[in-house]
């Protein structure tokens, strides 16, 4: 069915930014002309190449899907997680997941309508500066630097669990591709962790000192890696993770298990017999 495989785009549209931000990461740190940048950064980097329109076009289609299917997996929870408390933020995750890549799905159609339309400000320090304008603002900016690092830890729970392989449909992979699957999606979702619990140090940094400027997002946790002692390393290492995520999320999009419920199908159905009437 069409959400399906709109979906599968999806993950593949999300691996490609992941690896176009690990290998301008990756440039960065060997000092071949790159730049620690985020999912926008990646997206204006891709306009600007040759047919970088074409591409971004496919790739704004692609996130669009993946959207629908956080959307798909919040409201109707297709795999089951159910009502209780744990059930319910994984459901609201998905919701936040979806919101944050509507805003990347959005940035690609305005590059593909102006691709000289570089990505500008800093929204990780936008939205902080908001949040810290509000009543108990220092309090909210600081539980989501908690929340944050607690994120970066549960990444690096699945990647020693390798939890995501259940996500797969295993059984249709040979003996290599599992061991692929697992060494990409474990080196990937660990490069993911990082980055996350970095972002939280900078977000309750920022609370402390009721400065939005503090605050960072991937583009600042990448370069804030690369100005540590052995930085280029550590950078290149991360760089390299979100490379293997990025191959992860092609390995998701060909073997994920996508099962949609029968709302969902029922309006695929109806909507494809309706174009074959046109």
Do not use: C
């Not at 290998?23 to 980097?45: I, Q």
């Not at 920022?206 to 890696?225: F, I, K, M, T, Y």
């Amino acid at each position: 069915m069409w959400v399906e495989r709109l979906a599968r785009f999806g993950f593949a549209a999300k691996g490609i930014v992941y690896a176009v931000i690990g290998l301008l990461a990756v440039m960065a740190a060997t000092d071949n002309g790159g730049e620690t940048t985020d999912a926008n950064g990646a997206l204006a980097a891709i306009a600007l190449q040759p047919f970088g329109q074409i591409l971004l076009s496919a790739i704004a289609i692609g996130l669009f899907g993946y959207v629908l299917w956080r959307f798909v997996q919040a409201f109707f929870d297709p795999e089951r997680h159910g009502t209780d408390a744990k059930g319910i933020a994984q459901r609201l995750g998905f919701a936040m997941s979806g919101a944050i890549y509507l805003g990347f799905a959005w940035t690609a159609i305005q590059l593909v309508m102006d691709a000289t339309n570089r990505h500008e400000g800093n929204a990780t320090q936008d939205w902080t500066a908001r949040i810290l304008a509000q009543p108990f603002g220092q309090w909210l900016v600081g539980l989501g630097g908690v929340l944050m690092i607690a994120l970066g830890f549960y990444q690096f729970y699945q990647a020693y669990k390798a939890k995501f392989r259940g996500e797969l449909n295993w059984h249709h992979m040979s003996a290599n591709e599992k061991t692929w699957a697992t060494r990409l999606g474990r080196l990937g979702i660990s490069a993911r962790g990082v980055v996350y619990a970095l972002i939280g140090i900078f977000l309750i940094q920022a609370a402390r000192l009721s400065n939005p400027n503090e605050a960072r997002g991937v583009d600042g946790a990448l370069q804030a890696l690369s100005q540590q002692p052995y930085g280029k390393w550590l950078l290149l290492i991360v760089a390299l993770g979100f490379i293997a995520y990025g191959v992860y999320m092609g390995v998701e999009a060909r073997y994920r298990r996508i099962n949609p419920p029968d709302v969902v199908q029922k309006l695929s159905d109806k909507v494809s017999s309706g174009n074959r009437t046109v």
